[in-house]
């Protein structure tokens, strides 16, 4: 006796130190990578995604239209832009120049431009100089091809009136105005700043707005650059605006968007798991009166909770605000394995014991985390980022609180209970009588039917809207100064573009060439405001060199004539030469797309070119941007089409990709969620039989119907996210009927004991799960809204799947 008292307590407390050793494995683990950041570790990873494009998926069939996506991301991620506006020019110069002092002085930017610094402009017209036979704007080449360029007029007109603009080259290197032309096509400025005392400025009507560029020092999706970014932003507005009252200042940048989110997510956090946390412990402390049971329920689901935030971090590197909040209502549904072996421990009285008790809850725990594991695994098949880390973090949740509820539990409970509360569970027990008799039988079948007529009307009413801007909700506020300062510079927000593939940059180059031409037609019923290409700062090879043949065999195709004609038009003799010199150079060599990158003037364009890239068959080549301006949504088809017309090229719109990836998902979760009720009602009839199996599975499938019906009557359009959140009724709300039926067929079962535990266990999950309805993120308030209409009614008519005999026994 003695010896088997001595093995029971080595493995009593070996069950205990492994439990405490695996608890403090993810404590250290979380703790260290969310410590890692602040603690200022260069390497680290910052634990918390914060940035919203990843929580959707990869829409691009081609991966070079991916990695141009990234690149864009990049490319702005790292930029703030601040619009100073008044109705008095010189307030609005002086405002920008102050509040750029300020943000400066905050030393929360790598750096902040509101005065453009000293640039000589000649250096850009110097750069392309030894190229200038090789290019030239349409209009002179149309000129050249139908023989009306004559060189004495061109030279009179650019003696005569030549060009104001900066961007001009020399008179005696560009006597016929050729290079001029084309440089002064350069979208060096678009949309509608212009530079005025040295700074970017915009006039609108009265308003005159000048721009303030700032650069982050870190990733925008950063908690420190975030906080360092907003507490500056603040401080320099609210100086600028006291030193001149009529002056607006609006903002955008991707690091606002990413700062109000994280925090937005972060009160989600806060509150639904307070509030969960709070209500689950006052329900369980008004039936179980004891402090010890609610302790260890909440250690079984923290052990779970923190097991799942170590092994999501671990596999996907970071943790998306998504699934931190859902994370957050998860600990309903954790703690329902604990609830019913605590309601048996209550009910056993002074007969209790440990392995007997959990061998007697085991299979309806089994089974219910099957069903929960299946709904969980399908929701992990969605294409998106942040479904598959929410599907992760909730089976390894789930599963671990499973484990510690027949593992550690039953070794932390041996002594029986001090006092059973027999008055709860006997009015329970009449309550379910009560009620089970409506449902009993026949009247079960009459109650499914009445329960699909009267949702029929509401599915006839069900839409469905597919649109991701009703999903990622963004601050009103900041789109509303976005908007402001996109439509007082004249800019587009760059979500639509070409990408443009080849094998060589030369190929790139022509093809980009090839879809310009094609741009500066009418599409869709009228012209684009323009658009934007590396090929503009530097003409294909080929293009170069037709346009030096153009002049030779034209202008130019007699060297003693043209010397002629600049010596007659008063040109030194050694200018002419020098002219003439550059011209007939044998081997010049074209201006080159390598040369073009290396000037520093080339920074604000260079993502329009991808350089090396490798496409969906990992051949390698290279890849160029195309940036149509001012594209309005009805020419999106026939920018479409254009796309498709033309070799290499593809068009891409990331809302619309997603919009229609949704179309086409939740399409087929429909087929998803029959497959799942067939698994799961397979699964249910192998343990219970034919009958009983679809007598268990009826209460949920009810739901499913119900949850569809309203939504339908409330006028609320579905989504693709309210069908897989039915993926997870029908695999949490299946548990209800699963342990009030396992729980009837326990020998000396308590019933009213049975029914505390799963309207308990429902009552846990519902406060949860309901609670997501009150997110700051759509997502989670369509995934909150659908579960707590389907958790209801499947604990509602959970009595369906109870045996007859045992209701009446």
């Known amino acids: 006796m003695q010896v088997v008292q001595g093995t029971s307590t080595r493995r009593r407390w070996g069950v205990l130190a492994a439990w405490l050793a695996l608890a403090c494995v993810a404590l250290v683990y979380c703790a260290w990578r969310f410590a890692g950041p602040v603690l200022g570790d260069p390497t680290s990873t910052p634990p918390l995604q914060t940035n919203l494009l990843a929580l959707l998926p990869k829409t691009e069939a081609d991966p070079v239209a991916e990695q141009a996506l990234d690149a864009l991301a990049a490319t702005m991620g790292d930029r703030t832009v601040y619009l100073v506006t008044s109705d008095d020019a010189a307030h609005a110069k002086a405002a920008a120049r102050r509040l750029g002092r300020s943000l400066s002085q905050s030393g929360a930017f790598r750096n902040v431009v509101a005065q453009l610094p000293p640039f000589d402009v000649t250096q850009v017209a110097r750069f392309y100089l030894p190229y200038r036979f090789g290019l030239l704007r349409d209009s002179d080449r149309a000129a050249l091809a139908a023989g009306s360029a004559s060189l004495p007029d061109l030279v009179a007109e650019r003696l005569f009136d030549p060009l104001r603009a900066g961007l001009a080259a020399p008179l005696a290197d560009d006597p016929f105005g050729w290079l001029s032309r084309w440089l002064g096509a350069l979208p060096l400025m678009t949309g509608n700043l212009g530079v005025e005392d040295g700074m970017l400025v915009a006039h609108r009507g009265a308003s005159t707005s000048v721009l303030v560029a700032a650069t982050l020092p870190g990733s925008a999706y950063a908690t420190s650059v975030q906080h360092a970014v907003r507490e500056a932003t603040a401080g320099a507005e609210r100086m600028t605006a006291g030193a001149f009252p009529d002056v607006r200042i609006a903002h955008t940048g991707a690091v606002f968007y990413a700062d109000v989110a994280r925090r937005a997510s972060e009160g989600d956090v806060h509150r639904i798991g307070i509030w969960s946390a709070g209500g689950i412990a006052l329900l369980m402390l008004w039936i179980f009166r004891s402090p010890k049971l609610i302790g260890l329920g909440f250690l079984s689901t923290a052990i779970g909770i923190g097991c799942a935030l170590a092994a999501t971090m671990a596999l996907f590197g970071q943790l998306h605000l998504l699934t931190l909040v859902f994370g957050a209502s998860l600990i309903g549904e954790a703690v329902d394995y604990s609830i019913q072996y605590f309601v048996l421990y209550l009910s056993a009285g002074g007969r209790w014991d440990a392995r007997r008790g959990l061998r007697e809850v085991r299979p309806a725990l089994i089974v219910a985390l099957a069903t929960s594991l299946l709904g969980y695994a399908i929701l992990a098949w969605a294409p998106f980022p942040a479904l598959k880390q929410i599907a992760c973090f909730a089976m390894v949740g789930i599963t671990v609180a499973f484990l510690s509820v027949i593992s550690l539990l039953p070794a932390l409970l041996e002594r029986a209970p001090r006092r059973t509360p027999t008055y709860l569970f006997d009015g329970a027990a009449r309550l ?23 949702a029929l009307p509401g599915w006839l009413r069900v839409k469905s809207d597919d ?55 009418p599409l869709g019923g009228r012209r684009l405001a323009g658009w934007q290409s590396v090929s503009q700062f530097v003409p294909s090879a080929r293009k170069q060199a037709a346009d030096r043949a153009l002049l030779a065999s034209t202008a130019l195709r007699s060297p003693d004539s043209l010397r002629a004609t600049l010596v007659a038009a008063g040109f030194r003799s050694e200018a ?72 290499g090229v593809v068009f891409v719109d990331k809302a619309a990709s997603v919009s229609r990836l949704f179309g086409a998902y939740r399409v087929d979760s429909a087929l998803w969620l029959a497959g799942a009720a067939v698994l799961v009602s397979a699964l249910l009839i192998a343990r219970y039989g034919a009958r009983g199996g679809v007598r268990v599975v009826m209460p ?46 326990r020998p000396d079962a308590d019933l009213g004991a049975v029914w505390t535990g799963v309207a308990l266990s429902a009552a846990t999950t519902l406060l949860s799960f309901g609670l997501l309805a009150m997110s700051a993120m759509p997502v989670l308030k369509n995934f909150g809204a659908t579960l707590a209409v389907g958790i209801a009614v499947s604990a509602l008519l959970a009595p369906i799947g109870m045996p007859k005999e045992e209701v009446r026994g």
């Not at 009560?434 to 329960?451: E, K, P």
């Not at 890239?613 to 009805?634: F, N």
């Not at 019906?709 to 699963?738: H, K, R, S």
Request: with cysteine.
């Open 432 to 454: 379910l009588r009560a009620w089970q008799s409506l449902l009993d039988g026949r009247r079960a079948w009459l109650l499914a039917v009445l329960v699909i007529a009267a």
């Open 467 to 521: 649109d991701i801007h009703l999903l990622i909700q963004r601050d009103p506020s900041l789109v509303a100064q976005e908007r402001a300062v996109r439509e007082a510079i004249g800019v587009d927000d760059g979500a639509s573009f070409f990408v443009v593939k080849g094998a060589t940059p030369e190929a790139v180059l022509e093809r980009c060439e090839a879809l310009g031409e094609r741009l500066n037609a």
């Open 576 to 647: 002419a030469a020098r002219y003439v010199g550059a011209w007939t150079q044998r081997n010049a060599k074209p201006l080159s797309l390598d040369a073009w990158l290396a000037t520093p003037w080339s920074q604000p364009y260079r993502h329009l070119w991808l350089g090396a890239v490798r496409d969906e068959s990992a051949v390698p080549g290279y890849a160029a941007i195309v940036m149509p301006l001012g594209a309005s949504s009805a020419q999106l088809p026939a920018l479409v089409a254009l796309a498709h017309a033309l070799p």
């Open 700 to 745: 949920v499938l009810l739901a499913v119907a119900v949850a569809l019906a309203a939504f339908g009557y409330a006028g609320v359009p579905l989504t693709l996210f309210n069908w897989l959140a039915l993926m997870l009724v029908l695999g949490v709300g299946v548990n209800y009927a699963v342990f009030l039926r396992e729980g009837c067929t």
